[in-house]
Each structure stands twice: as structure tokens, then as C-alpha cells.
């Protein structure tokens, strides 16, 4: 049996297992950098890059109100919601120019949601074999460029955007 290790993969097994508070609201109490990965903040919402993404450029938004249903927000806060998921769309086809998107929330623990009690919406760009065998097979995601490269060109393209 063939082996690919992904060490870095811990990291994520353990602050998930271990991580006692919300890395939501956690994040949201921090100033904005390459530590949280906040790239944008509204009034209701703000844009965080995912620290394990699927693919790169995989952004989401995520309202500050820590709820785990839509109709537990504000009509405001989700009309902003929809409002930055369609500039992220914007700004990634600009930045990576993907050829698809998937665009959604994963609403309860059953339904794939990571973070079950704070509902965010995935925003992740997609090309032509990104699912190749390393994801179906290996279960392992090759990523093109770092979080920070990602980070820097996702902040930079939305500063800039101009609908």
C-alpha cells in the first residue's frame, strides 16, 4: 500500500478536537491578518479565508452573530451575506479565474458542517480535474500556493474591486 503523508494535516485534527471556542468569533476578536485571515469586514458579516481550504482561494463569509440557522440572523445581515458571496465570486474570477464555483452552507453536523453551531458560507473556486486521484483516492488536496499568497492576492483584488 502506497503512503502520501500530509503532516500538516494534524494541526487541524487537533484544534479541531481541542479547540474549546468558536475559531469564528475567536477570529472576528482579533485584529486583521495573516493570523485570522479576515481579508474583509461588514457591518454583519465579515470575509475569512477557510486555513484548510479545498482548493485555493476557497473564501467564506461568516456573520458575526453566532447562530446556526439562517433565520436566526437579520434580514440585513443575510441581505450583506448575499451581497459579499457575489463580490468574492467577483474578485476569485479575476484572481484565479476558475471555471466554476461552489457556493453554499453546510447547515448541521450531518450535513458537513465543520463548525455546526456558527454557520458560514463556502465559497470555493473550481476547475477542470481539481478532484483528481490525490482527493478521491488519497484523500489529500494539493494546493498550489500558501495561505499567505492566497491571502495577500484575495485582500489586495477585493480592495480593489470595482463592480
Known amino acids: 500500500m502506497d503512503r502520501i503523508w500530509t503532516p500538516w494535516r494534524m494541526k487541524y485534527i487537533q484544534e479541531h478536537q481541542d479547540y474549546p471556542d468558536c475559531v469564528f468569533c475567536v477570529a472576528a476578536a482579533e485584529p486583521d491578518g495573516l493570523d485570522n485571515l479576515?481579508?474583509?469586514?461588514?457591518?454583519?458579516?465579515?470575509?475569512?479565508?477557510?486555513?484548510?481550504?479545498?482548493?485555493?482561494?476557497?473564501v467564506m463569509?461568516?456573520?458575526?452573530?453566532?447562530?446556526?440557522?439562517?433565520?436566526?440572523?437579520?434580514?440585513?445581515?443575510?441581505?450583506?451575506?448575499?451581497?459579499?458571496?457575489?463580490?468574492?465570486?467577483?474578485?476569485?474570477?479575476?484572481?484565479?479565474?476558475p471555471q466554476g464555483?461552489?457556493?453554499?452552507?453546510?447547515?448541521?453536523?450531518?450535513?458537513?458542517?465543520g463548525m455546526a453551531d456558527h454557520l458560514h458560507m463556502h465559497i470555493v473556486p473550481r476547475w477542470g480535474g481539481d478532484a483528481n486521484f490525490m482527493s478521491?483516492?488519497?484523500?489529500?488536496?494539493?494546493?498550489?500556493?500558501?495561505?499567505?499568497?492566497?491571502?495577500e492576492r484575495v485582500k489586495t483584488a477585493w480592495e480593489a474591486y470595482k463592480p
Open 61 to 97: 463569509c461568516v456573520p458575526y452573530a453566532h447562530v446556526d440557522r439562517l433565520h436566526a440572523l437579520s434580514q440585513e445581515a443575510r441581505a450583506e451575506m448575499m451581497e459579499m458571496t457575489n463580490q468574492a465570486i467577483d474578485v476569485l474570477q479575476l484572481v484565479y479565474k
Open 38 to 58: 479576515i481579508f474583509h469586514r461588514g457591518e454583519h458579516a465579515f470575509m475569512i479565508l477557510n486555513r484548510f481550504p479545498y482548493n485555493s482561494g476557497h
Open 136 to 151: 478521491t483516492i488519497g484523500e489529500t488536496r494539493v494546493l498550489p500556493e500558501s495561505l499567505s499568497e492566497t491571502y
Open 101 to 113: 464555483f461552489n457556493v453554499g452552507l453546510n447547515l448541521g453536523e450531518m450535513a458537513g458542517a
